[in-house]
C-alpha cells in the first residue's frame, strides 16, 4: 500500500523479530509489537475498503502469512469481516476482497492435533479464505509475494505473524 501512504506489511513482532530473514520485510514492514501498534491494521483495512469503494481496482487480496493461531485468528477476523459486516453494509465492494493464508509447513496449527489442523482448515476455505500450506515465502513486495518456488501471490495488504512466539517470562 505504500502509494496511498498505508504500510504494505503489518508485522506482529515477538521474541526474536525478525524470525525468517525474509526479503522485503525489513523494508517494508510496519510492525505491530503489541497491543498498541496493532491498531494500524484496522486503519490499513478501512483504507483498502475505501479504496475499493471508490473503484481504485477491481480486487484488494489480504494475504496472511503464518498458518499458526495467530494467523489463523488473523485470517479468519478478516473473512468475517468481509462477509460480515462489510457484505451487510456495501456488498458489491465486499465481493472484490479476497484473504490467503500462506504457511511453509504442511498443516495449519502445527502445534495443535492433525484433526484440529484439518478442522481449521475446512473452516477457514468455508469462510472464503485461500490456504495454502507448503508455500515458503521467499520475498514480500508492495503488492505480491514471492514463493520460495517462483510463484506470485496477490497481496495489497500482507500481515506477517509467521514465527510469532511469547517473549520468554
Same mark, same amino acid.
Given at each position: *500500500?505504500?502509494?496511498?501512504?498505508?504500510?504494505?506489511?503489518?508485522? &506482529?513482532?515477538?521474541?526474536?523479530?525478525?524470525?525468517?530473514?525474509?526479503?522485503?520485510?525489513?523494508?517494508?514492514?510496519?510492525?505491530?509489537?503489541? +497491543?498498541?501498534?496493532?491498531? /494500524?491494521?484496522?486503519?490499513? *483495512?478501512?483504507?483498502?475498503?475505501? !479504496?475499493?469503494?471508490?473503484?481504485?481496482?477491481?480486487?484488494?487480496?489480504?494475504?496472511? @502469512?503464518?498458518?499458526?493461531?495467530?494467523? @489463523?485468528?488473523?485470517?479468519? +477476523? &478478516?473473512?468475517?469481516?468481509?462477509?460480515?459486516? /462489510?457484505?451487510?453494509?456495501? #456488498?458489491?465492494? #465486499?465481493?472484490? &476482497?479476497? @484473504?490467503? !493464508?500462506?504457511?511453509?509447513?504442511?498443516? !495449519?496449527?502445527?502445534? *495443535?492435533?492433525?484433526?484440529?489442523?484439518?478442522?481449521?482448515?475446512?473452516?477457514?476455505?468455508?469462510?472464503?479464505?485461500? @490456504? !495454502?500450506?507448503?508455500?515458503?515465502?521467499?520475498? $514480500?513486495?508492495?503488492?505480491?509475494?514471492?514463493?520460495?518456488?517462483?510463484?506470485?501471490?496477490?497481496?495489497?495488504?500482507? $500481515?506477517?505473524?509467521?514465527?510469532?512466539?511469547? $517473549?520468554?517470562?
Amino acid at each position: *500500500f505504500p502509494r496511498y501512504s498505508s504500510p504494505s506489511l503489518l508485522a &506482529f513482532r515477538s521474541h526474536g523479530w525478525p524470525q525468517s530473514g525474509t526479503r522485503g520485510t525489513r523494508r517494508r514492514g510496519s510492525g505491530p509489537s503489541g +497491543a498498541p501498534d496493532a491498531k /494500524l491494521i484496522a486503519p490499513s *483495512f478501512c483504507l483498502m475498503v475505501g !479504496l475499493c469503494a471508490d473503484g481504485a481496482s477491481s480486487e484488494y487480496h489480504i494475504a496472511v @502469512v503464518g498458518g499458526g493461531p495467530t494467523g @489463523v485468528e488473523m485470517a479468519g +477476523a &478478516f473473512a468475517e469481516l468481509i462477509h460480515g459486516p /462489510l457484505r451487510s453494509d456495501h #456488498a458489491a465492494t #465486499a465481493q472484490r &476482497f479476497r @484473504v490467503s !493464508l500462506i504457511e511453509a509447513g504442511p498443516e !495449519l496449527v502445527p502445534t *495443535f492435533s492433525s484433526s484440529l489442523s484439518r478442522r481449521t482448515r475446512r473452516d477457514l476455505e468455508r469462510m472464503g479464505v485461500q @490456504v !495454502l500450506t507448503n508455500t515458503a515465502v521467499r520475498e $514480500v513486495h508492495a503488492d505480491s509475494i514471492t514463493t520460495a518456488d517462483g510463484g506470485r501471490i496477490p497481496a495489497d495488504l500482507t $500481515v506477517w505473524a509467521a514465527g510469532v512466539k511469547g $517473549v520468554p517470562a
